[in-house]
């Protein structure tokens, strides 16, 4: 009586990590693409789903890959690139121009502080920016 109810059960969880999984993968795509806005406490509401869904691996293996450590590489290669950009800009009365996108750049990157919660990482790298 209770193996229905136990893979019905497991389905709307892997279901609801599918969709996570989706969800997170959309919004990296859309930090990676400059030109868009980045919901960071979507992402990061995803990424805590799928960080605590890791036990499904134990039963559903083709269903959870550790994605929660691929973001963190990509997140951690996005904002080094950022870090380096932001330091070889020249910041001077000569370039003024470019000092609206190095503080675009690094207001960018402070509001990534909410994903400090899952990578604890990136603190020293978000740190840096702003010394």
Not at 94 to 112: F, L, R, T
Request: aromatic share 8%; charged share 35%; glycine share 0%.
């Amino acid at each position: 009586k209770t193996t229905p109810s136990y893979y019905s059960t497991l389905e709307k969880i892997v279901g609801n990590l599918r969709e996570s999984k989706r969800n997170a993968e959309q919004l990296l795509k859309n930090l990676f693409e400059a030109a868009r806005n980045v919901d960071y406490d979507e992402l990061t509401k995803c990424l805590l789903s799928l960080n605590s869904a890791k036990w499904i691996e134990k039963y559903r293996p083709e269903d959870y890959s550790d994605v929660i450590s691929d973001v963190k590489k990509k997140l951690i290669e996005h904002i080094k690139n950022m870090k380096v950009s932001i330091k070889d800009m020249t910041l001077d009365l000569e370039d003024y121009d470019k000092i609206d996108s190095a503080y675009k750049k690094v207001s960018e990157m402070n509001k990534m502080k909410c994903l400090e919660e899952i990578f604890s990482d990136i603190t020293q790298h978000l740190e840096e920016v702003n010394d």
